[in-house]
């Protein structure tokens, strides 16, 4: 069972920055946030409260900022921690998938012998937009024979229904902007 936390006061600590990666663009930043000892707690915390119970195996993280989140929670879960990482990085041999990004195409690769089938895992990373990124991570869990536990998000940009992308998942984001 999970303990609702509010989340909303951790807004304060996200900062946006205009016309970040490209103009028109409104990049939520989330060091801001990670830097405070509070804030990063409370994410954290809240993030684990959601799936605690949950029977998850595995936390995935995606590169990078995944990276940060996935640890901590997985700790918290008593979980293993497996990155999702860009190509090239990983040293055994791995599954990949493309995908388009909202400016570019980029991959994502997994150890081939990282989720073992029928393990349950939850994917984190810090941000839903469009989706793309999460859909090719999902894939690369699929072939490996694992089942999805859920979805989470720090953030969650609403207004570019990326959720809409898995209707079949539980999709967790802990703060929501609706522009």
Same mark, same amino acid.
């Given at each position: 069972?999970? @303990?609702? &936390? /509010?989340?909303?006061?951790?807004?304060?600590?996200?900062?946006?920055?205009?016309?970040?990666? +490209? !103009?028109? @663009?409104? $990049?939520?930043?989330?060091?801001?946030?990670? +830097?405070?000892?509070?804030? $990063?707690?409370?994410? &954290?915390?809240?993030?684990?409260?959601?799936?605690?119970?949950?029977?998850?195996?595995?936390?995935?993280?995606?590169?990078?900022? =995944? $990276?940060?989140?996935? !640890?901590?929670?997985?700790?918290?879960? /008593?979980?293993? $921690?497996? !990155?999702?990482?860009?190509?090239?990085?990983? !040293?055994?041999?791995?599954?990949?998938?493309?995908?388009?990004?909202?400016? =570019? #195409?980029?991959?994502?690769? @997994?150890?081939?012998?990282?989720?073992?089938?029928?393990?349950?895992?939850?994917?984190?990373?810090?941000?839903?937009?469009?989706? =793309? #990124?999460?859909?090719? #991570?999902?894939?690369?869990?699929?072939?490996?024979? =694992?089942? @999805?536990?859920?979805?989470?998000?720090?953030?969650?940009?609403?207004?570019?229904?990326?959720?809409?992308?898995?209707?079949?998942?539980?999709?967790?984001?802990?703060?929501?902007? #609706?522009?």
């Amino acid at each position: 069972m999970s @303990i609702p &936390i /509010n989340c909303e006061p951790l807004k304060a600590l996200v900062r946006t920055v205009p016309d970040f990666p +490209k !103009p028109g @663009i409104l $990049f939520y930043d989330i060091t801001t946030l990670l +830097k405070d000892q509070g804030g $990063f707690a409370q994410m &954290i915390d809240a993030l684990a409260a959601y799936y605690i119970g949950k029977d998850v195996d595995l936390v995935l993280g995606i590169e990078a900022r =995944g $990276f940060i989140f996935g !640890p901590a929670l997985a700790y918290r879960l /008593n979980a293993g $921690f497996v !990155p999702v990482r860009k190509p090239k990085k990983l !040293p055994a041999k791995t599954a990949r998938v493309s995908y388009d990004l909202e400016y =570019g #195409t980029d991959a994502l690769e @997994i150890h081939l012998d990282a989720i073992q089938p029928g393990q349950r895992v939850v994917i984190v990373d810090d941000l839903l937009a469009t989706g =793309g #990124t999460m859909q090719a #991570t999902v894939q690369l869990v699929r072939q490996l024979g =694992g089942e @999805i536990a859920g979805l989470a998000f720090a953030v969650e940009l609403d207004f570019l229904k990326g959720r809409e992308k898995f209707p079949e998942y539980d999709v967790y984001s802990l703060l929501h902007y #609706t522009e």
